[in-house]
């Protein structure tokens, strides 16, 4: 298992190409612009794109989806259907800009080569905020950050939810390497030391 790490979008945000390295099948993680880079990149590592994923449906971390879709027309993409629609000027209406937007929630596990991923549902940021499991990688969209945790005070968030997913991320067993949406990449058991909100619970 490989990750790949581009920073894109004016809100710096992370965007992630998960990649097996035995089979060079890749998922994109939260491409939050720049399609035709990505596409450059995936070809020029000469990946197949089997799926576009996405952690939620705020626009700076779904703003080139639609365009990499029609540049990968065989790649899946996945939002969690809480996250389908459009809330004010924060989220993009996945639904009416992929044809074929396809869902997914708490227990799918998708195929990616001989690798795994693992949805689970963390609502809080928004309400179909997804992290995703695989091996030793969670991908955190903005539900945990390094040191502090996704807002919760925008349209569309449930701030009466987020606690119960930041303990559920907690008492996750093991440690994990964790990408967030923004800023840098940090390790669970590090925030189960330090990090505030997950000591607090």
């Known amino acids: 298992m490989k990750v790949n790490h581009l920073t894109l979008g004016e809100l710096e945000t992370n965007c ?51 365009r990499l879709h029609e540049l990968f027309p065989d790649a899946a993409v996945y939002i969690h259907e809480s996250d389908k629609g459009q809330v004010g ?15 997914y929630g708490e227990g799918d596990a998708l195929p ?5 991923v693992e949805v689970l549902h963390t609502p809080g940021h928004t309400g179909g905020s997804v992290c995703l499991r695989c091996g030793t990688a969670l991908f955190t969209g903005d539900t945990l950050f390094a040191g502090s945790m996704g807002r919760i005070d925008l349209p569309g968030a449930r701030p009466d939810l987020m606690m119960g997913s930041l303990a559920r991320l907690k008492q996750l067993d093991g440690d994990f390497d964790v990408y967030p949406g923004h800023m840098e990449t940090t390790t669970l058991n590090r925030e189960r030391q330090y990090n505030m909100y997950l000591r607090m619970l």
């Open 16 to 66: 992630y190409i998960l990649i097996d390295e035995d089979t060079r099948e890749a998922a994109v993680i939260d491409p939050a612009d720049g399609a035709d880079l990505l596409k450059k990149t995936i070809e020029g590592d000469g990946l197949t794109l089997r799926y576009i994923l996405l952690t939620h449906g705020h626009r700076d971390h779904t703003l080139a989806a639609p």
């Open 112 to 116: 990616l080569g001989n690798l795994r």
């Open 89 to 103: 000027i924060y989220r993009y209406p996945m639904e009416e800009l992929i044809d074929d937007l396809r869902f």
